[in-house]
């Protein structure tokens, strides 16, 4: 009986919504165990292969230029031929590419792979997302989408661990565990939720999606989280080696720092969905930032790793918040394109970050996780004048008449089944 309570919890009493959310939080905990067992190690790993600092940011950032190029036209497939077909795509995309690290490339072929697990990644986080705020009224969004981001980090808590056991020398065998954990992830994809025809074409256009000031400024908190992330992606497991970590410490940090971020999320989401989500956003933004900049700074792999554990708390409430936020500001027609545009707009951030971060952990360790610390500092500044007048709380009453539900679903395709209790 407790996960159906945590599940009507995150997405309310109507168990077609519950049984989405229940459906995509299998799947990203399932994709996310297989992405991340090699994610910690994979610069080490291209190292191994001959590849230079530089280059390594290269490859890691090409994930996230391919992201940029195609998650806008991902949220905008979502909403016009259904989420389910756009997750279901992401997910054999990423698999493919995974099993391609088997053999030796070279550094075109590596950037290639991972220019294509950055599609398949990028269509599934838009297209489950926008789900999310489709299927679940606005006033539990908050909870759902800390329901569905603490499933991930719950994956991400196991995966390290098995890269770490698994080590260097066994990495391929990750990978090909990682192609299968990404196929497996469609099967509650499928199972949760039912085809429907996509709508007929009709002479008229659909309808645009407005670029207002709240959802320039959510955004931006993708570009300030963005930044910290490109340069954790390129230069986290670098940093830690420098400190003399082991393999089985660098998989360790990306584990402590996912299962306060998981165990924290039920308490990120009530937060989102009763204080000032305003508010939230920008003090734990603010956080992470300053984490960022003290990491180059720590003396130990022990004192890296329980800060690492701190800032999850403050990455946990953040973009709950800014989730939340972003879908007051598109409607149920336009929720894929308003979250093509924050994860586009997030992940051209982390790909500069991750494409030039390497580069200047050559110069000095500490020039990549200050310049992004301060950078982002000052974008979080820009956040309060555009989110003026803004309402930061969202009740029943205020919305109870233009909260989508699940029944809304049919329209973009991605209906749960079954009938209403």
Known sequence: MRPIRLLEGAAGPDPAAARVVGALIVAVFVQGVGASAVLPLLPLFLRGHGTSDTLVGAVMGSF???????????????????????????????????????????????????????????????????LVGVVVPLERRGR???????????????????GSVAGLAHLRWLFIATACASLLAIIPV???????????????????????????????????????????????SLLMNSRGAHPWQIGLSWTLFAIPFA??????????DRLDRRKLVVVALLASSAFAALYPFLPTVG????????EAIAVAVAFPAAQSMLTQTATAETLGRAQGLFTTAETA????????????????????????????????????????????????????????????????GAAAPGPSR
């Not at 165990?263 to 989102?272: D, E, V």
């Not at 989110?387 to 919305?399: A, Q, S």
Request: glycine share 16%; net charge positive.
């Open 190 to 236: 499928f199972a949760g939720t039912t085809p429907v025809s996509p709508p007929p074409v009709t002479p008229q256009r659909p309808p645009p999606l407005t670029i207002s000031r709240a959802l320039v400024g959510v955004a931006l908190v993708g570009v300030s989280g963005g930044l910290v992330t490109g340069v954790y992606e390129t230069c986290w």
């Open 349 to 412: 951030a982390i790909a500069v970050a991750a494409g030039a971060s390497g580069a200047m952990f050559g110069i000095a360790r500490w020039v990549p996780f200050v310049v992004a610390s301060a950078v982002g500092g000052l974008i979080i500044g820009a956040l309060p004048p555009l989110w003026r007048g803004i309402p930061g709380r969202v009740t029943r009453d205020e919305h109870a008449s233009g909260s989508p539900g699940a029944a809304e679903v049919v329209i973009v």
């Open 64 to 130: 996230f230029v391919a992201g940029v190029l195609t998650q806008y036209a991902a949220g905008h497939l979502a909403d016009r031929i259904g989420h389910r077909r756009v997750i279901a795509t992401g997910l054999v995309l990423y698999a493919v590419a995974s099993l391609g690290y088997i053999g030796s490339v070279g550094d075109g072929g590596y950037v290639g792979l991972r220019s294509l697990q950055g599609v398949g990644a990028g269509a599934v986080q838009v297209a489950s997302l926008a």
């Open 303 to 310: 004192w890296l790793m329980g800060l690492g554990v701190i």
């Open 263 to 272: 165990a924290f999320s039920p308490t990120a989401g009530r937060l989102a």
């Open 144 to 162: 759902a989408f800390s329901a569905v981001f603490g499933a991930q980090l719950a994956g991400m808590a196991i995966g390290p661990l098995a």
